[in-house]
């Protein structure tokens, strides 16, 4: 039987995927340009690849690369969820998709402590007094003692719970299908979400974005924090209603902000939330760390060795009707 024909995104080069790649020597891999015509081997193993290895192309680059992939079967993303490739194409043509699963874990868990030291040590006040030459210590809180509140009680809030628990935090969650888990000290049912958000310090949005979880934290939800709570989303931008934060922010009703995903991305010039006071932005990059491509590499070679061997794939989706 030959051995199939893998197209590799451009995200991925000959270089960093060589040794990975070495494990298949019968399969042909071939590598998609960034930008312009494909070359004709290129063009050839479009027309043969039974898989693609996405990551770092938009949507109508992939609509167009399945329109001219006539044997496609199976597209493997590097991202942790499966919206970036759910095009119309994928579900008209029955093809089989699979995420890179764990890959951000460590990043995205390191990054979200990263941001609640952040702001109980002050980091923001003392940069703003050295830029003004003010010798002015502030009084600074802790993480002892606290509770984070996950919501998402999956692989990153789980290690998220592990590291947080090493400061002694009590970390409670959220999960759609609650049971008792070693990391949490307790695990919420999602309807029970404002039970959550009222214990919480900090509230940490680590979940999908499905028809169930868009607009979760509205009006509503804000207003059921602690005032003095800090708020961090690492998960989708739909999560949050936008103005509802926007308000609880500007009234004082929570203490502040961090907010590393957006409804539209990047966040245009021109959006409300590059100037709220207590809020924070960053580019959509909790994720990003040189171990990445590594674990997408591993992740992804185990996954084809099953292919070959006519075995099922992991990280195909749980619940489509969610989307994840």
């Known amino acids: 039987m030959p051995q199939p024909t893998v197209l590799v995104s451009p995200l991925y080069d000959p270089v960093t995927t060589g040794a990975v790649f070495a494990r298949f020597p019968d399969v042909h891999f071939v590598f998609l340009p960034a930008d312009g015509p494909l070359s004709g081997d290129a063009q050839r193993g479009l027309e043969q690849a039974e898989i693609l290895l996405f990551g770092g192309m938009g949507k109508d680059r992939l609509s167009e690369l399945i329109a001219s992939a006539p044997r496609l079967r199976w597209i493997h993303t590097g991202s942790a969820g499966f919206d970036w490739v759910m095009v119309p194409e994928v579900e008209a043509r029955g093809l089989t998709v699979t995420r890179s699963m764990d890959v951000m874990t460590i990043p995205m868990a390191e990054f979200a402590l990263g941001v609640m030291l952040g702001h109980v040590k002050n980091m923001n006040e003392l940069r703003d007094a ?10 600074h809180a802790e993480l002892h ?10 692989s990153i809030g789980s ?13 409670v969650a959220t999960k759609r299908d609650p049971q008792p888990l070693p990391e949490f000290d307790a695990v919420y049912a999602a309807r029970d979400l404002d039970r959550l958000l009222g214990e919480s310090d900090f509230v940490i949005l680590t979940c999908p974005l499905t028809p169930e979880t868009r607009g979760m934290m509205g009006a509503a939800q804000f207003g059921a924090m602690k005032p003095g709570a800090y708020l961090i989303n690492l998960a989708r931008g739909g999560l949050i209603v936008d103005a509802d934060l926007i308000a609880a922010l500007r009234e004082q009703r929570i203490a502040g902000a961090w907010l590393d995903a957006f409804d539209e991305e990047p966040l245009p010039p021109g959006s409300p939330l ?20 590594g674990r997408v ?8 060795a099953r292919y070959l061997r006519g075995e099922a794939l992991q990280g195909t989706m749980r619940h489509a009707h969610l989307g994840y």
């Open 145 to 154: 003692g606290a509770t984070l509140g996950i919501v998402g009680a999956g």
């Open 130 to 139: 050295q830029a003004s030459r003010r010798w002015a210590p502030p009084m």
């Open 274 to 293: 590059w100037d709220v006071p207590g809020l924070s932005l960053s580019p959509h990059c909790s994720y990003r760390s040189p171990a990445i491509r």
């Open 297 to 304: 590499m591993e992740n992804f070679s185990a996954n084809l």
């Open 159 to 171: 290690r998220l719970a592990h590291l947080a628990r090493a400061f002694g935090m009590r970390v």
